[in-house]
């Protein structure tokens, strides 16, 4: 971290001043590390069609943090993460030996996780207040540890990537294509729909459970109004992301609102440039 803070000193804010505001570069280095995961999932949630995917998956992980907390985790967001996991496993599972359509499926299981998490959240009578900061979130909260485990993530992800894009790709496009070529289908989505959980629920804290699934569609969606190439497509999707991601803080540290939102916000307005650019 001394090297980050030795970088984030040369910048010209205030709050960049050494030995000072040391939330606010972390929030940096978090927004930094978060944005280019959720750009580059952000493609393959857009090209499969799994947009609500993502957004049950949030659900499944305030699940997660609601059964941590009544076994009394110190720190329910792991049990949170292995509960998203687990959700992701089921619904690849289910969805692949029903006959039901995937938006089915995943109005299923999004409507049983945020029953449940509701439930265990105010059993036995509890407040369901403590969870409130949950749908907002607050990423000048973060702490270094959980950055590191999201910039090992980001490595594991890009090298994914590299290794298994076309594999990727071609499952998602034309599922019955990639089974006659000896892909595994289900393996590639499974470990895709994985990649997703443990993203989506070790930043959920941070961005908000209201937003975070916004924050994977909107950079693929305004990318493939924009692009013109594969390498465009992931190309305009990650800057997107990272972009706003900064804006977003930026905007958030000098008016005050949430990160979350602001993120949202300039994505949102990204979206309807590349749309009304689109045939330009």
């Known amino acids: ?35 280019p995961l959720f750009g580059l999932l952000s493609t393959m949630v ?40 687990l959700f992701a496993l089921l619904f690849n599972v289910v969805r692949r030996r029903s006959a ?21 959240s105010t059993l036995g009578g509890r407040s369901f207040t403590r969870f409130n900061s949950l749908l907002i979130g607050d990423i000048l909260s973060v702490e270094p540890a959980k950055i590191r485990v999201l910039a090992l993530i980001l490595l594991l992800v890009l090298g ?13 496009v034309h599922p019955a294509l990639a089974d006659s070529r000896g892909i595994r289908v289900f393996w590639q989505e499974t470990i895709f729909s994985i990649a997703i959980a443990v993203v989506v629920t070790l ?6 459970l209201l937003v975070i699934n916004s924050l994977l569609v909107l ?44 993120i949202t916000l300039y994505l949102a307005v990204w979206f309807a440039l590349t749309f009304l650019a689109r045939k330009k």
């Open 219 to 262: 950079p693929g969606a305004a990318a493939r109004n924009a692009a013109r190439s594969m390498g465009q497509y992931h190309l305009f999707s990650l800057l997107g992301a990272v972009l706003a991601g900064i804006a977003g803080l930026m905007t958030s540290y000098y008016v005050g609102g949430s990160a979350g939102a602001a």
């Open 100 to 120: 039901l359509a995937s938006d089915t499926v995943i109005g299923v299981f999004s409507s049983t996780a945020v029953a449940l998490g509701i439930f265990l």
């Open 160 to 172: 994914l990537w590299a290794a298994s894009f076309n594999q990727l790709m071609l499952s998602a």
């Open 1 to 35: 971290m001394n090297l980050w803070y030795a970088l984030v000193d040369l910048l010209p804010f205030e709050w960049a001043q050494p030995g000072e505001m040391f939330f606010m570069k972390h929030a940096l280095l978090a927004v930094l590390v978060i944005t």
């Open 203 to 208: 930043s959920m804290t941070w961005v908000g």
């Open 46 to 85: 857009v090209h499969s069609r799994m947009s609500f995917f993502s957004d049950a998956l949030g659900h499944s992980a305030f699940t997660g943090m609601a059964i941590g907390a009544l076994c009394g985790f110190h720190e329910p967001t792991w049990a949170a993460v292995l509960f998203a996991v």
